[in-house]
């Protein structure tokens, strides 16, 4: 498709609407609302017409802050069919990380929940460059208009889409900052267009379907793909804390056939319904990403699930989903085994569309694409993607553009994801890490998913961190170890056991400092992704 015919994501709506117009579009049982694909395009139809009224047009760039419900589609739908531009921010990110996104990405309008304006007054939220303020609610307070009162004097009729183009920016989305201050991708129409049919084509989802999404970008996924989405009762900056009977409930009371969750989320909910022996016959399909899943985590849900379905962990990042995909009777039946062994966790195949290469280790930026990048079969080396659902650049980080992007002779650029992984013989790619989390000492390199998996082994570990203490080339390898809670062994029995299960594989021989920590510190988007970085400045003060 050529980048100047008109694509715009948001025309799956009114097309969802034409096919079914009567099927549930969006539940929201704690709010006894629901509305149908019908009701949910005519609803964004009447909000498109407030938010021009209100002088949100083609491009304007609109901080978006509402929580999951009905209001949060039709807004995003209605921003899309107007061609402005929703930036879309996870409140997890902290009050601080929420000011400087905001700044950097100087939003002229700001739409929020009355939570969300107060926090905009006090903390000063883009002070300098919005100057439009609509608040879903009462706007009494804290300036701006309120959207009900837009909307109670704006004509309810269809409104036309704006013919954006496939390059034209969509939206801005920020990375959970996990290594590093959050960036924002920035997304195109083809971007999106690109990854909803990447989805659909690879979970074979069809319309009709029931979604339970628990991650709010991929709630709005779902009617763009012709599903209805279940919105459960829980706090989506927490998934690692849900109450699981309220996501099994939701699951079975409305008869979900797909599921989105964070390993954490998967993890808690798993052991939950394992222990007590529940089913959930009607999902075909879970979906997880955030974080590589363990083969007990899945084993623990997989036990709920019917023999036909299985739980899927996408490979990708915020500026590019999905890459590859595997699924869980793949890892349980072969893969999880050879990653017990240290050899890293196999991430599956690349997906239609999407070219993978293995490029040698640097952290330093890489102008052009060439063939001698490539690293030699079988070494590992860092993850480079093409193709139409990666994004092209950062929002105003021209620095992060140089080191993140190549430029391709050929035509396009690849993106370099920051992770490190290795090809086997059967076109699987195997992920060993983030390329910052290395460890470089004086006896080679150390990647921290092969070395976790080692110390994972042993049953009283819940979960392990490599960190390297000192300078790249003779950082000394410390292992930080979270144990599972109500474990009574002591801890120094556990030590000896650990460097027992160490000396046995030639990558972690070497590992002699193993530190226990009571709760690793994690992302608050997935609560998976492990903060190395905070975890090796806590063990360089416990081994002064």
Not at 20 to 38: E, K, S, Y
Not at 107 to 125: E, V, Y
Not at 300 to 311: C, G, N, T
Not at 354 to 375: F, G, K, Q, Y
Request: net charge neutral; hydrophobic share 40%; with cysteine.
């Amino acid at each position: 498709m050529s980048n100047h015919s008109f694509i715009n994501i948001a025309s799956h709506l009114p097309q969802m609407a034409q096919k079914q117009p009567d099927t549930d579009a969006i539940i929201f049982p704690q709010a006894g609302r629901r509305l149908t694909f019908r009701e949910l395009d005519r609803f964004s139809d009447k909000v498109a017409h407030a938010l021009v009224a209100a002088g949100i047009i083609r491009g304007v760039r609109t901080a978006l802050m509402v929580t999951p419900g009905p209001e949060l589609f039709a807004l995003t739908f209605a921003l899309f069919k107007i061609g402005a531009v929703p930036v879309l921010l996870d409140p997890g990110l902290g009050t601080k990380n929420l000011k400087s996104c905001l700044a950097e990405a100087e939003p002229a309008a700001f739409i929020g929940i009355p939570k969300a304006q107060i926090a905009r007054i006090i903390f000063g939220w883009g002070k300098d460059s919005i100057n439009t303020i609509i608040t879903v609610g009462t706007s009494l307070f804290w300036g701006g208009k309120s959207l009900a009162r837009i909307m109670a004097v704006t004509p309810d009729t269809s409104f036309a889409i704006a013919p954006t183009t496939a390059n034209e920016m969509a939206a801005i989305l920020f990375t959970s900052g996990s290594t590093g201050s959050p960036k924002g991708a920035v997304y195109s129409h083809g971007n999106f267009s690109a990854q909803v049919e990447a989805l659909k084509n690879v979970y074979k989802i069809e319309p009709g379907e029931i979604d339970l999404p628990t991650f709010p970008l991929f709630a709005l996924f779902a009617p763009a793909m012709g599903m209805t989405a279940v919105i459960p009762e829980m706090d989506f900056t927490r998934p690692g804390f849900v109450d699981p009977e309220k996501i099994i409930s939701a699951i079975t009371t409305y008869k979900a056939t797909t599921m989105f969750g964070s390993p954490a989320l998967i993890n808690r909910v798993g052991r939950y319904g394992s222990e007590r022996g529940i089913k959930l016959p009607t999902l075909r399909r879970v979906i997880s990403a955030g974080a590589p899943v363990s083969a007990t985590v899945m084993e623990k849900f997989s036990s709920m699930l019917s023999p036909d379905a299985e739980i899927f962990t996408p490979y990708g990042a915020t500026e590019s989903l999905p890459v590859c995909s595997i699924g869980s009777k793949e890892i349980l039946g072969e893969t999880g085994k050879i990653t017990e062994q240290g050899e890293g966790v196999c991430i599956g195949r690349p997906v239609d569309g999407i070219r993978v290469e293995l490029i040698r280790i640097t952290d330093e930026p890489i102008a052009i694409w060439s063939n001698d990048l490539r690293v030699q079969e079988g070494d590992v080396g860092e993850i480079v993607v093409k193709g139409a659902q990666v994004t092209e650049s950062y929002f105003h980080r021209p620095e992060a553009d140089r080191v993140a992007k190549i430029i391709d002779p050929e035509g396009g650029f690849f993106h370099r994801m920051g992770d490190l992984g290795k090809g086997d013989n059967r076109g699987r790619l195997w992920f060993c890490g983030r390329k910052s989390h290395r460890v470089v000492s004086a006896n080679g390199t150390l990647f921290t998913i092969q070395v976790e998996a080692i110390f994972n082994r042993h049953p009283a570990v819940f979960r392990s961190a490599l960190v390297g203490i000192g300078k790249k080339g003779k950082q000394i390898p410390v292992v930080c170890i979270e144990l599972e809670k109500g474990i009574e062994k002591p801890e120094e029995e556990i030590l000896s056991e650990l460097l027992e299960i160490a000396a046995d594989f030639t990558h972690t021989k070497q590992i002699t400092t193993i530190l226990f920590h009571p709760e690793f510190p994690v992302d608050i988007r997935h609560n998976a992704k492990i903060f190395r970085e905070k975890l090796a400045v806590w063990a360089e003060e416990k081994l002064r």
